[in-house]
């Protein structure tokens, strides 16, 4: 190997190893691999930006914008209601009717939305029919992996093999080129878990915490708010008067969080301002609290903490301790305020840190009122305890920010659909949202519209996403605050990777050793390869970021064996959807997770026979959709 070879080779490694481990963010390490091949000169800095101008990146900013008004406009939340609809009661049906619908819609939007959609509603209609929701969640997972095979736009690691088939100046992948694979995959999937996975499957009741489904209300009584919660009545002469809540530092000194204030407003008569009218505005009027909201005299603030620690509050600044009324707690849940839970995610910035380490109420303007760690039962101390991958938070607010706390899942998965609980703000657009994605698909499908002829993919979807910000379906905050900033830098920092290999001849060494070794078994033995290597590493890091890394390899190797190289990119897709065996192998995984109970072997107990049989698949079937020699 040439030094350059070695300096690229260590920079995938240490790359890796960032990946596997989370030491650093994901697109930390991405921007990372940038800064690295640059300051090695193996790449020009243009070289090395090109992956933030790349089309397929820029497609999939596009198609987030559409995603995100698809949620916006209730459209994903009522085609989830009727899929569970039509499913019915009976075990079987119930499964094979998820999987198959999750599949379909994957194939149109992101699989993580896809699951976070139709999950509330599985665990409820598990709850009605006495079925365990695990054995039902990771079905619904492994369905949206599968269905993501099916299009082009399904999954990202199918738009980054077309680009390397139109990098190579060779015919790329059409929208359906995927679903022949996609197609049998799903039935190969299905039929695995309805005759073998579905005995596999553990029989976990629900955990207390991070159970989806219910409502505000019903999370409210589950976790026993009522009983922890006070009323603190404000004198005139109390301490806490004028002062802003940041300034009284109540939750760090003592833990008790201030929920609302219920405040005094004098009566009013309007015919005292010339009107004709005689009203009265109520006496209590609730006031969301924010760090910035000033105390006044006579204030009711509804907190909640341990009993102790509020008299302990109460004593220090002198305000009287009265129990809470019943509008007090109905004020807790309104069509603006809530609460909801909220998973810990394996690449949080919260993970290792303590509430007040992270900042969490000052970034998400989200109160956290308790934290579990599934399965105990028993809470943590939400101030100073680190928090680990897949704890469970009750937080309280605005819906609003509950709901862009969904949106971005980039600390946290927000279990269930908070949207439910203050409305889709755009649902009078969900038949325009409707019709702008079927018109993106048969464009994308065909690639010709009467004006402009021939399109590329990423034009139509450049075209959907401003067809749904022109209509109303989703407006420009919501449209950035739709897209997966972190996702986008992760591939469009991962991608000079390849193109460094590339330029060091590192790809045509590493495939003339595969074909070397594997090629006098045949084409067969060599995609078996392509296919191990990156359901491998597709366990351990994105699934995006190894379809970046072993496509430039199975195209030199296809190219070195003189077969069709769509026949091996095809391979790596597929693989590249394969992420069954662990929790944090997909985002999906890991949002099931809680909502089923679930273990980490539990996923490879299921995932490792259901990779093994869709290894199976490809072998058989994919050499017959796409031959290895023209």
Partial sequence: MTPDMLIVLGILVVAVVFFVTEWLRVDLVALGVVAALILTGTLTTAEA??????????????????????????????????????????????????????????????????VAVLLPAVV????????????????????????GAMTLIGTPPNLM????LIEAGLEPFNFFSFAPMGIILVIVGIGFMLFVGRNLLPDHRPAVVGTPG??????????HLPQNMRRLIVPADSPLV????????????????????????????????????????????????????????????????????????????????????????????????G???????????????????????????????????????????????????????????????????????????????????????????????????????????????????????????????????????????????AIDWKSVVLIAGILPISTAMEKVGLVEVFANYLVNVLGEYGPYAVMVGLFVITAVFTQVISNTATAVIIAPLALTSSLALGINPHAFLMTVAVAASCAFVSPVASPTNTLVMGAGNYRFGDYAKVGIPMLLVCMVAVIVFLPLVFPFYP
């Fill in 242 to 337: 004028g002062k802003s809540i940041k300034e009284t530092n109540i939750r760090r000194e003592f833990g008790v969080s201030i929920l609302k204030i219920m405040r005094h407003v004098e009566r009013v008569r309007l015919t005292d301002l010339g009107h004709n009218v005689d009203t009265r505005r109520p006496r209590d009027t609730p006031i969301v609290a924010d760090t910035n909201t000033v105390i006044l005299a006579n204030d009711a603030l509804i907190v909640e903490g341990l009993p102790e620690a509020i008299e302990r509050c109460a004593e220090y600044w002198q305000v009287a301790v009265n129990p809470t009324k019943p509008k007090d707690i109905k004020a807790l849940v309104s069509k603006d305020v």
């Fill in 49 to 114: 930006f090109a992956g933030f101008s790349n089309s397929s990146v820029l497609t999939i900013v596009f198609l987030f914008v559409v995603g995100g008004a698809i949620m916006q406009t209730g459209l994903a939340s009522g085609i989830g209601l009727q899929i569970v609809k039509v499913a019915g009661k009976e075990e079987k049906r119930l499964l094979v009717v998820l999987m198959l619908a999750v599949a379909l819609m994957s194939g149109f939007m992101s699989n993580t939305g896809t």
């Fill in 161 to 164: 093999v077309n680009d390397v």
């Fill in 124 to 147: 409820i209609l598990a709850k009605k029919i006495d079925l365990s929701p695990s054995k039902l969640l990771i079905p619904l997972s492994f369905g949206s992996m599968l269905g």
């Fill in 339 to 481: 609460v909801a839970e909220v998973i810990v995610r394996q690449q949080s910035r919260l993970r290792n840190k303590t509430l007040t380490q992270s900042r969490f109420g000052d970034r998400y303007k989200l109160t956290v009122l308790e934290v579990r760690r599934p399965p105990q039962d028993k809470p943590l101390d939400r101030d100073n305890t680190p928090l680990k991958f897949g704890d469970v938070m009750l937080v309280q607010g605005w819906w609003e920010n509950i709901s862009a706390l969904q949106q971005n899942q980039r600390d946290v998965i927000v279990v269930g659909d908070p949207t439910r609980e203050m409305g889709e703000p755009n649902r009078d657009k969900a038949p325009i949202a409707l019709v702008i994605l079927l018109v993106m698909v048969v464009v994308m499908a065909t690639g010709w519209v009467p004006i402009l002829g021939d399109v590329s993919v990423i034009m139509v979807a450049l075209a959907a996403a401003m067809a749904m910000v022109l209509t109303g379906c989703i407006n420009m905050d919501g449209a950035y605050d």
């Fill in 214 to 223: 219910e409502t505000a209300k019903e999370l409210i009584e589950r976790y």
